[in-house]
């Protein structure tokens, strides 16, 4: 069965810092893995995904994800932290039957200082 | 149209109180669920319809019943709930494997 392990509940940077938000995988296959961000009292809105095309994935706002399948990581990064990027991050992984199921990690809450 | 729409946002009902939640898509996605997300936590699946159809039931309580009249409409119709049933309620659709899902706003539901 397919997982996800977020390490890292909360995640404080500085504004103009790096950005790392870490995820692995558990998969006997390999999988399709996405990144989701969720501002207050919104839905989730799709930052980027991994398809088995490309491992390195460049997403929306400035994010990207380097699939490692040594690793079974899936961590998200940007260069420079913006004081908007302060949300909650949940990495995700899809099963790979018709019912395309996904299964959310506990999510990393970032906050970004000014 | 490239949205999940959700009403209403907001919803506060008493535990005797029969209410709807409404979810609606015209991307042409046939797969459609329905998640509870409690605060400071990930979402939780609770139904999936494919094709019009109930495929998956995550052990929910009958007090919650979702209703998919057609392609693009999903209802989840609530009676009887309890305080503990607070939570965003959130919907979303897929087109297929490896497209992920495209996520409503969600209803912000309290139960007094």
């Known amino acids: 069965a397919q997982s996800v392990t977020q390490l890292g509940s909360h995640v404080s940077v500085s504004e103009g810092a790096l950005v790392l938000l870490r995820c692995n995988y558990s998969?006997?296959?390999?999988?399709?893995l996405f990144w989701y961000v969720q501002y207050p009292n919104q839905g989730l809105q799709l930052l980027l995904k991994?398809?088995?095309?490309?491992?390195l994935v460049k997403g929306i706002n400035g994010f990207e994800a380097e699939f490692k399948k040594s690793e079974t990581s899936f961590h998200l990064t940007k260069p420079s932290a913006h004081m908007s990027d302060a949300a909650e991050y949940f990495c995700?992984?899809?099963?790979?039957?018709?019912?395309?199921?996904?299964?959310f990690g506990t999510g990393t809450r970032l906050t970004v200082i000014p | 149209d490239t949205e999940v729409t959700q009403t209403p946002k907001h919803l506060v009902m008493g535990m005797t109180n029969k209410k709807s939640l409404k979810c609606e898509q015209h991307?042409?996605?046939?797969?459609m669920y329905w998640y509870k997300q409690k605060a400071k936590k990930p979402p939780e699946l609770m139904f999936v319809?494919?094709?019009?159809?109930?495929?998956i039931n995550e052990s929910v309580p009958s007090r919650f019943s979702p209703e998919c009249p057609n392609s693009s409409l999903l209802n989840l119709h609530l009676h009887a709930l309890q305080p503990e049933d607070s939570a965003l309620y959130l919907c979303?659709?897929?087109?297929?494997?490896?497209?992920?899902?495209?996520f409503g706003s969600g209803t912000r539901l309290t139960v007094v």
């Open positions: 319809y494919s094709y019009e159809k109930l495929s």
């Open positions: 995700a992984v899809s099963d790979l039957t018709g019912a395309n199921n996904l299964f």
């Open positions: 998969s006997s296959v390999p999988p399709y």
């Open positions: 979303a659709s897929s087109q297929k494997v490896g497209y992920g899902y495209t």
């Open positions: 991994y398809t088995s095309a490309a491992t």
């Open positions: 991307m042409g996605h046939r797969a």
